[in-house]
């Protein structure tokens, strides 16, 4: 399970450049759920082998008519609550201020661990101006550049350490022929109601396993002959472990659930539409590769109207999910739940096919014959051979020369050539191209 880093502090102190920094990328969110996070964005880290989820909250500036607990309870509190470690960034250009020791006052009570890194520090890791943020207690202040990359590995080192090096742990044993379901999507589209009528038709439940802190639920049955393990995403808790500051809908175990599942199941409510929360759940499902089918749950519950709207809205707003299967349904009247199996297990099957060298390369070529790629700048892109580099999602690695010129649009031709033999349904498809080297680039005329 990826360890949660939540960067906390106030405004203009560089929490932003630190995220955007420590996922790599300028835009690096991947979840900005509207109305739900308020002012939080989600991003995958990694270093070296570790990877890590990391939060980016909002900056706050409490005043005295709501008080640093109230106003942190906007968009803080939840990101605290998620994460496993705290990095409590401060500015050592603007020195400790007020709003510094209510924050540091803050983590205390919320017992976390947390690293304190004095930002804009370029060139002063022994400058006496570090000295005052030991006021704070929060032990030895970590001084780091965001803006210039410095210090950001050590701090993440020490942020990362309890939890060890992924590369030296044994993954756990997959469970041979278990499809390992995750059932997403917003609060109320019926995610509760979807699981128990599945639960309820099958009465093969072997157990129900809380699982982390957050309480993710895991749900081993059999249908069929296939034996399957639901991830639940729906905010479950057992009674007197609820935290009243934590949203029902928890973005951190959504986004844990997805990369530990086969396939994603997508619900949406047909009553409100696609949402931005839905996009962006889509979206990070597509950046982690997960097969994924999608459900639009209460279609009993709108008229014909509605149901022309909606469809024209999931081809908007969805439009990158289109090798995503679509299934209408009503989980409270066990609607449509057969079919929804089915594409389950094909999605499944699809993100798991074996693809050979003779047949992948006899596919490129046949789709060159059939429409070349266009000539860049002087040459033309010749694609020689293809085999395949993964499963789940599906990759496949395209060997040839002058490969930088083929366009977006070309490979969105070869992927669909790829996809329609082998009936590719419901899982991304990733193509990468590598070009020979030229063994006459470095030497002179």
Avoid: C
Avoid at 57 to 78: L, Y
Avoid at 160 to 170: I, K, N, Q, R, V
Avoid at 251 to 276: E, F, M, N, R
């Amino acid at each position: 399970m990826k360890p949660v880093i939540a960067l906390v502090g106030r405004p203009n102190v560089g929490k932003s450049t630190l995220f955007n920094r420590m996922t790599k990328s300028r835009d690096a969110i991947v979840a900005d759920f509207a109305g739900l996070t308020r002012d939080r964005h989600y991003g995958d880290g990694r270093l070296g082998n570790r990877e890590f989820i990391v939060i980016d909250t909002g900056g706050f500036e409490p005043d005295s008519s709501t008080g640093i607990v109230k106003e942190m309870a906007k968009q803080t509190r939840q990101a605290v609550a998620e994460a496993d470690a705290v990095v409590f960034v401060v500015d050592v250009r603007t020195g400790l201020s007020g709003q510094d020791q209510d924050i540091a006052r803050y983590l205390r009570q919320a017992n976390k661990r947390t690293f304190l890194a004095v930002n804009k520090a370029e060139g002063m890791s022994d400058s006496p101006l570090l000295a005052e943020f030991h006021e704070l207690g929060m032990g030895e202040p970590h001084p780091i550049s965001a803006a210039h990359g410095q210090g950001i590995r050590s701090l993440l080192e020490a942020v990362l350490d309890p939890f060890g090096p992924e590369s030296d742990e044994e993954p756990p044993p997959e469970e041979e022929g278990v499809i390992r379901i995750a059932v997403a999507g917003r609060p109320n589209v019926g995610k509760s109601t979807l699981i128990n009528t599945w639960l309820g038709e099958e009465r093969l439940v072997a157990f129900d396993m809380p699982g982390t802190t957050r309480d993710a639920i895991s749900v081993d049955f059999e249908r069929h002959g296939q034996k399957f393990k639901l991830i639940d995403t729906a905010g479950l808790r057992r009674k007197g472990k609820v935290f009243e500051a934590i949203e029902k809908f928890s973005v951190v175990k959504t986004l844990q659930a997805i990369g530990d599942a086969h396939v994603v199941l997508l619900l949406i409510d047909a009553t409100q539409g696609v949402s931005d929360q839905d996009a962006h759940i889509a979206g990070y499902v597509l950046d982690s590769g997960r097969a994924v089918v999608v459900a639009i749950n209460k279609w009993d519950a709108i008229d014909s109207y509605q149901r022309e709207q909606l469809e024209r809205s999931i081809e908007h707003r969805l439009a990158f999910l289109k090798f995503a299967p679509l299934h209408r349904i009503s989980a409270l009247k066990r609607q449509g739940l057969g079919p929804l199996w089915n594409a389950m297990a094909d999605a499944y099957a699809s993100a798991f096919k074996k693809m050979t060298t003779p047949v992948l390369t006899r596919l490129i070529q046949e789709a060159v014959d059939h429409q070349q790629p266009k000539k860049h700048g002087l040459s033309r892109p010749k694609l020689r051979y293809a085999h395949q580099g993964g499963m789940n999602p599906p990759i496949v690695v395209i060997h040839g020369t002058a490969l930088d010129g083929v366009t977006d649009v070309y490979k969105r031709y070869l992927e669909g050539r790829i996809r329609a033999h082998y009936k590719l349904v419901g899982t991304p498809l990733r193509i990468e191209l590598r070009s020979a080297k030229n063994p006459f680039a470095d030497k002179d005329a």
